[in-house]
């Protein structure tokens, strides 16, 4: 990794891409220090220190502590995210928006985009509306009334656009891949307290050396696991039949087609995570009663994130998404249509159906497989973290699967770049 930067930082084009996206990583983490008006940080703060071991701490480790500490950038990409699953759910679900998406080419890509906007603007404004609710619940508000109440709702709208227009920008001028990279920011600014958190806890006597060295072992064995499964892929035999044009022969010759085995990448944690912890989240802004024998309290703890309950709900929805992700981004009989016109074929299938249904099976598998590894290796922290009665591991294996993820993601797009380019410096490692 470190030499693919070397060789990037050596391309002049490449340059002014990561000092951009440098740039805009500084204005977010700028804006995550920018306080909304009218709200008494300190009592919010102090709340969330007690429930650190909840969906609301799983909302903060993604805002990087913008959550807690209601900052304008406090709902984060949530509303993006939330806007894209809709999205995608819609154009599967109804045809015309299929079509677009499929055959309007780069203007339909675009109207697409433009509606996932939208609606990431109005499910800024629901939310921002509902952590308003939670925060006048509770009684964190220096002043109330329908001006303060516009003012902040309204900030934190403003803040979710912001966002999803910063990593837009990522994603244009910079090294792509924007969202993503605004995550990985977020979570990586909450790397020096964490460690903090840490190493007092060991001061104290809060925690032993030996659960930090399982914890330092489980990290290093999650990082490879994630890396090992980054990088496998099937790859299926395909023959190209052999073409007379003119006085020349095409074709003949033969290739593979290449299948990741997680190619939905982080997608299915970030999109299980947000509907996972949807019920706890409503629970928390009709402010429930702390009696144990009450509904919303019964909700909150089903959807605690170190409840049985909810790790495995966590678990089957990284499955599903994986499964739906990967449906969304690979149509075998798109393949097939393809390979057909191209006269290639797959050796022992005849083309047309029963190619799209061996691709369909070799699909099917190498996504289970590929959701299961993604299921585990999220789920695993939770259940240890549930266990041990430490939240902040619970929380750092979702982290580090984000973290690690994106920055894969990130290089081989760097390297890709870098190869477009011919670099000869790169071609020679």
Known sequence: MLQTLRNAWKVEELRRKIVFT????????????????????AALEEYFAGIGDTVFGLFNAMSGNAFSSATIF????????????????????????????KDGGDEGRKRIASITRYATVAIG????????????NFDMLKEQGAWQAIVIVLSF??????????????????????????????IISRLPSTVGTLASNLTTG?????????????????????????????????????????RKMYGGQSTHLPMKVNMSGVMPIIFAQSIASLPATIMMFT???????????????????????????YFLLIIGFGFFYSTVQFNPIEVSNNLKKNNGSIPGFRPGKPTS???????????????????????????FGSTTKMAGVALGGTSIIIVVGVALETFKQLEGQILMRNYKGFLDN
């Open 22 to 41: 440098l740039f805009i990583i500084l204005l977010y983490r700028i804006g995550n220090a920018v306080p909304v008006p009218y709200i008494n940080v």
């Open 74 to 101: 406090a709902l984060s990409i949530q509303p993006y995210i939330n806007a894209s699953i809709i999205m995608q759910l819609l154009c599967i679900a109804i045809p015309a928006l299929e079509r677009m998406q």
């Open 125 to 136: 404004l629901l939310q921002g509306s509902a952590y308003y609710m939670m925060i006048r």
């Open 157 to 186: 709208t403003a803040g979710s656009a912001l966002i999803m227009w910063l990593g837009e920008q990522i994603t244009e001028f910079g090294i792509g891949n924007g969202i993503s990279i605004v995550l990985f920011a977020s």
């Open 206 to 246: 809060a925690i032993s050396w030996f659960a930090l060295i399982a914890i330092i072992v489980g990290v290093l064995v999650i990082i490879g696991l994630i890396v090992f499964a980054s990088d496998a892929e099937r790859r299926i035999p395909i023959q190209y039949a052999k073409q007379m044009r003119g």
């Open 287 to 313: 402010n429930p009663s702390p009696d144990p024998g009450t509904f919303a309290y019964g909700i909150q703890s089903f959807f605690n994130s170190t409840s049985p309950f909810y790790i495995i709900l």
């Open 357 to 383: 249904d061996f691709i369909r099976k070799v699909l099917n598998r190498i996504t289970l497989f590929g959701s299961l590894y993604l299921g585990i290796v999220a789920a695993l922290p939770l259940a």
